[in-house]
Every structure is written in structure tokens, then in C-alpha cells.
């Protein structure tokens, strides 16, 4: 039903930037919420920000809050992700992923729509 692409990933040093972006297909992106989710290397997949159909509400984990901030723009179809002062241990392939839920879900076993993720790496 949605076909998500993210993009924006790279390389960064420590206490930098990066804004992803997460481009979805349809034009049903307004019945959707959206999450971000991140996987290291032998890590299970962790709950990173989460964002109301509406762009009204949003959920952070802990080790993000105050450090990252997710927004969407649903005349574009395009939810963002802006990690500010990174750190090593935010290396890790970061997911989009979409739920026609009306609640702001935080479990990846909620989503039922991923997109292929896109590499993060921050050195120290």
C-alpha cells in the first residue's frame, strides 16, 4: 500500500549533524503514523521517534530526547529526522516505518510498512 525510501544517511564526526529524510508513495500519507527506528550490529532493532498522523504529537526514546526532533510534511509525503549532537553510539542503520494506527505506536512489531534504511556512522 506505501512504499517508504530513506535517505540523508553518511558519515559524521562526534557532536555533528545529520537530517534524514523518509519519502513515502501514495497520497494516503496524512492516514499514517510514522516512526524511526535504528539497528547496530548485533543489536536488536530499537524505537528512536514516533510522530501522530497529524504531525501533533511525537514520542522520543530516551537516548534521543533533546537531541533529535522528527517532523513531517504530509503535502510532501515526507517525514524528517534531525539528529543533532551526535554520538558513536547513534552509529547504526536508521528505518522508516508507517502504520495506518491512529495511535503514536513505539513497538516495530506495530508497523506494518518499512523502507530499506540508510547508514549512519559517527566517529569519535
Known amino acids: 500500500q506505501v512504499q517508504l525510501v530513506e535517505s540523508g544517511g553518511g558519515l559524521v564526526q562526534a557532536g555533528g549533524s545529520l537530517r534524514l529524510s523518509c519519502a513515502a508513495s501514495?497520497?494516503?500519507?496524512?492516514?499514517?503514523?510514522m516512526g524511526w527506528f535504528r539497528q547496530a550490529p548485533g543489536k536488536e532493532r530499537e524505537f528512536v521517534a514516533a510522530?501522530?498522523?497529524?504531525?501533533?504529537?511525537?514520542r522520543y526514546a530516551d537516548s534521543v530526547k533533546g537531541r533529535f526532533n522528527m517532523s513531517r510534511d504530509n503535502a510532501k509525503n515526507t517525514v524528517y529526522l534531525q539528529m543533532n549532537s551526535l554520538k558513536p553510539e547513534d552509529t547504526a542503520v536508521y528505518y522508516c516505518?508507517?502504520?495506518?494506527?491512529?495511535?503514536?505506536?513505539?513497538?516495530?512489531?506495530?508497523?506494518?510498512?518499512w523502507g530499506q534504511g540508510t547508514q549512519v556512522t559517527v566517529s569519535s
Open positions: 510522530i501522530s498522523r497529524s504531525g501533533g504529537r511525537t
Open positions: 516505518a508507517a502504520d495506518d494506527s491512529w495511535l503514536v505506536l513505539t513497538s516495530q512489531r506495530e508497523y506494518d510498512y
Open positions: 501514495g497520497r494516503t500519507f496524512g492516514n499514517y503514523v
